[in-house]
């Protein structure tokens, strides 16, 4: 393997390298004991990097002639997780030619590997797969295994890696508990975060996130997916703060324009010393409606106090705003700076949302994390449309987006999403550290 390293293969701790089912799974991929091997692990416990990304590596440079196909739910997340790092864990004297828009590494063995985005599954069906590894298996569509991938592995004798973090108990679930018993040529794996990761990285964690998302997320337990989206939310989370006017006051927006209300959350964060608190003091919710008329209906929310008009706004939201028009030619980001720029000092904090999962899981955190600290407060009599996504809103089957069966509901929730997603990111990475304090 010596040949194979480049600056890209760093360094696996010895937690990771030394752990008995690492050990096992390393030792029947090398051997192709099975034909379909199930990873149920924690997060950044190295099942991508050491059986998904060098293990892809490994097969490039392994025989000649070969298809390995390299996937994650969609596009833009297998080319996140996967490409950057292969061109780099790819060592020159393999690589033929690389092609960014197939996503495709060609080895001068003949053999390649193609990264590819599983909602797009039906247009390489027929093709030749010698090796199809999954990266977030909980989130593909089950039939990208029914109907592609196992009939192009069963032409080949290939092998598959459907690795994940459970998603409740579904499609991912049933291959897991199918793989226990090791038969039809399934072998299931499981180890969790705490295995591997440090104490202050696992401290860390418990603090990022609430309970339910912690034992799904590090502990990959199957027992998470049926709890309500919001379920941190009780009336521990309740307050009735009033806005500091000359502090920063946020204002964090989901845009719609039809039946679907348009809904906007006005809040403050605050920290002092240690405490870092937000609370939701007016929830602004309405259908058939559009941004400038919004702007309208906030600035008379701030000018019943004439003489005491906030000093400062930051604007959070829906990324997607910019593109979004609302009956003007003015994007809905330019609309709201155009109108308060010069009301006063206005900032915009917006970022692409990833995953809606990831996203209510960041909520979660803040309104009650692993701990029982409770970051994040409402006022329940002004933020009424907020508290009833937050106790009514459901899970699709999927578990990864909300039901949209209520056209009212799901939207006052997501504004907070977004802010959270920016500020409080699971991923454990700050967006922003600038301190609004006391």
């Known amino acids: 393997m010596s040949q194979l390293i480049t600056d890209r293969w760093f360094t696996i701790p010895d937690k990771a390298l030394k752990h008995p089912t690492q050990i096992e799974l390393r030792n029947d991929l090398l051997s192709k004991k099975y034909l379909q091997y199930i990873i149920a692990a924690g997060r950044r416990s190295y099942k991508t990097e050491r059986f998904g990304k060098r293990y892809a590596i490994q097969r ?18 297998a080319e996140g997780i996967y490409w950057k790092d292969l061109k780099q864990m790819c060592p020159p004297f393999l690589v033929k030619k690389i092609s960014e828009s197939k ?14 985005g599983l909602k797009e599954f039906k247009r390489i069906q027929g093709q030749i797969c010698h090796v199809a590894i999954f990266g977030e298996y909980q989130e593909c569509d089950v039939d990208v295994w029914n109907e592609t991938f196992e009939p192009m592995l069963n032409d080949t004798g290939g092998i598959a890696v459907k690795e994940g973090r459970p998603l409740g108990k579904n499609h991912f679930y049933d291959d897991y508990k199918k793989g226990l018993s090791g038969l039809d040529g399934m072998m299931s794996y ?21 309970e339910a998302d912690y034992a799904r997320e590090y502990l990959a337990s199957f027992d998470t997916g049926s709890s309500s989206p919001y379920y941190a939310y009780n009336e521990l989370n309740h307050s009735e703060h009033q806005l500091i006017r000359s502090l920063p006051i946020i204002v964090s927006c989901d845009f719609n324009a039809t039946e679907r209300p348009m809904s906007w959350n006005i809040g403050q964060r605050l920290i002092e010393g240690i405490e870092d608190k937000t609370h939701w003091t007016k929830t602004l919710s309405y259908p058939f409606t559009n941004t400038p008329v919004m702007c309208e209906i906030l600035d008379d929310y701030f000018l019943k106090d004439k003489h005491n008009y906030p000093e400062h706004l930051i604007f959070y939201g829906d990324y997607a705003g910019r593109a979004i028009k609302s009956n003007s030619s003015y994007s809905d980001w330019q609309i709201i700076e155009n109108y308060f720029r010069n009301k006063c000092k206005f900032e915009k904090r917006i970022k692409p949302c990833r995953s809606i999962r990831d996203s ?6 803040q309104l009650c994390n692993s701990y029982g600290q409770r970051k994040q407060f409402v006022n329940v009599k002004e933020c009424k449309a907020l508290v009833t996504d937050w106790n009514k809103c459901e899970w699709k089957d999927n578990s990864k987006e909300l039901k949209d069966n209520d056209v009212l509901r799901g939207h006052a929730c997501r504004a907070v999403d977004y802010y959270n997603d920016y500020e409080h990111s699971t991923r454990g990475k ?9």
């Open 360 to 365: 209510i899981a960041a909520t979660n955190a």
């Open 190 to 210: 499981h180890w969790t975060s705490e295995e591997i990761l440090s104490e202050e990285q696992i401290e860390r964690a418990k603090r990022n996130l609430g």
């Open 103 to 116: 996503l495709q590494i060609d080895a001068v063995n003949g053999n390649k590997i193609q990264v590819i």
């Open 430 to 438: 700050t967006t922003n550290k600038t301190i609004h304090t006391v």
């Open 60 to 77: 490039l440079n392994e025989g000649s002639n070969q298809t390995i196909f390299v996937g994650a739910p969609t596009r833009i997340q």
